[in-house]
């Protein structure tokens, strides 16, 4: 959650906007009531991808994240791509060099509530995952509220 705090604290002064309208969107005005066993409203995934047998590669298809952002580490084989959508026509770009194990790198895409709440200035990005060979795991850390 302070992750997602200070990337909205910089988004809000790029945008020219006080910063309480996004705390506000994050932190709200209601009561959050304590739930049994949860921690946060935020998710760490992890996801196991086989090779595909498809002539496209297409392992996990087309999708923009609810929520405010997702942190995507690099995985050591590459496969997540990006879409660009201009005139209604979306072209994918690959987002992962796929090197050195040994470095951390990641991917923060911006999601459905931010592309809301910004009024499109930072649109949700779609991707995808392209995966034709050995096993892949991506992790990421979805920020919702």
Known sequence: ????????????GE?????EVFHTAI???????PRPGVLSDNSIR??????????????????SDVGFATL????????LECGIVRHGSTSW???EAGGDKHVASGV?????????????????VPHRVVHR?????????????
């Open 93 to 95: 770009h690959p987002v």
């Open 108 to 124: 923060l895409l911006s999601a459905d509530c931010l592309a809301a709440l910004t009024n499109g200035c930072f649109p949700a």
């Open 72 to 79: 995507i580490l690099s995985s050591s084989l590459a496969g």
């Open 15 to 19: 945008m020219g906007v006080e910063w």
């Open 46 to 63: 992890i996801c196991r991808y086989k090779p595909s047998s498809d002539e496209s590669g297409i392992v996990c298809p087309a999708h």
């Open 1 to 12: 959650e302070g992750m997602a705090l200070r990337m909205l604290e910089g988004i809000a």
């Open 27 to 33: 932190k709200g005005h209601r009561k959050r009531i």
């Open 133 to 145: 060979e050995g096993g892949r795991i991506s992790i990421s850390f979805h920020v919702y509220s």
